[in-house]
């Protein structure tokens, strides 16, 4: 069993300044996916940004990157320029690539993100 | 992008009645779907994986004739909670996956698309 981990329950940032997110996960898989979501006050949930766990590139949305550290098991989120709308709840969240996961994501706790002005 | 909707956004019933709630993916066909709980300030909890023209799998600890899923179509999950009580009062989210008929592996291609929720209040 897959187990993702978040263990920043909340945070804050000013306005334009940067803020990383952290997330540890545990798996035995070779071939799996990550992602981060976010959940708006909306509660409508979005997809950030995702990484293929083959791949050593780190993935980046416009002012949204990961550092994805396989051997470590870590998958953090950086956000550049932080805006007013950045704020809501952040899910990292990991798929098993291959098996009969039929696409089950496993999520994190979540983290509470609060953009100051 | 992909367009996942939710019918109804909220609803409000008694204890003793059932509710069933709608999960559309309109733009393209979803052979999974997935049915998730969730609690002010916490994690999505995974309920149920619905596919079509089958019997929906259910997580441990859901039971199953509580929330009765059914995937009648390549477009549509629904959820009813059967004789609900208070406690039964949660956020509850759908999620589609764009994958091919039947895969049963992830591929780089796919993407999962979630509903807008409904919240539900039982009296």
């Known amino acids: 069993a897959q187990t993702v981990t978040q263990s920043q329950p909340e945070m804050s940032v000013q306005e334009a300044e940067t803020v990383t997110l952290s997330c540890t996960y545990d798996?035995?898989?070779?071939?799996?996916?990550l992602f981060w979501y976010k959940q708006p006050p909306s509660r409508q949930m979005i997809l950030v940004i995702r990484?293929?766990?083959?791949?050593?590139q780190n993935a980046t949305e416009n002012r949204f990157s990961v550092n994805f550290q396989k051997a470590a098991k870590s998958f953090s989120l950086k956000i550049s320029d932080s805006q007013l709308g950045d704020t809501a709840m952040y899910f990292c969240?990991?798929?098993?690539?291959?098996?009969?996961?039929?696409?089950?994501?496993?999520f994190g706790q979540g983290t509470i993100l609060t953009v100051h002005p | 992008g992909a367009v996942v909707s939710q019918h109804p956004s909220w609803v409000i019933c008694k204890s003793g009645t059932s509710v069933k709630i709608e999960c559309r993916s309109l733009?393209?066909?979803?052979?999974?779907m997935f049915w998730y709980r969730q609690f002010p300030k916490q994690s999505l909890m995974l309920m149920a994986t619905?596919?079509?023209?089958?019997?929906?799998?259910?997580e441990q600890g859901v039971e199953k004739d509580k929330f009765l899923i059914n995937h009648a179509s390549l477009t549509l999950s629904t959820l009813t909670v059967t004789s609900a009580h208070p406690e039964d009062s949660s956020f509850y989210i759908c999620?589609?996956?764009?994958?091919?008929?039947?895969?049963?592996?992830?591929?780089?291609?796919?993407?999962?698309?979630f509903g807008p929720g409904t919240r539900l209040l039982v009296l």
């Open positions: 999620s589609a996956r764009t994958g091919a008929w039947l895969e049963r592996e992830w591929s780089p291609q796919e993407t999962q698309y």
């Open positions: 798996t035995s898989e070779s071939n799996y996916y």
């Open positions: 990484q293929e766990a083959y791949k050593q």
């Open positions: 969240a990991f798929i098993r690539a291959g098996g009969t996961s039929y696409g089950k994501l496993t």
């Open positions: 733009d393209f066909q979803a052979t999974t």
């Open positions: 619905s596919n079509e023209g089958s019997k929906a799998t259910y």
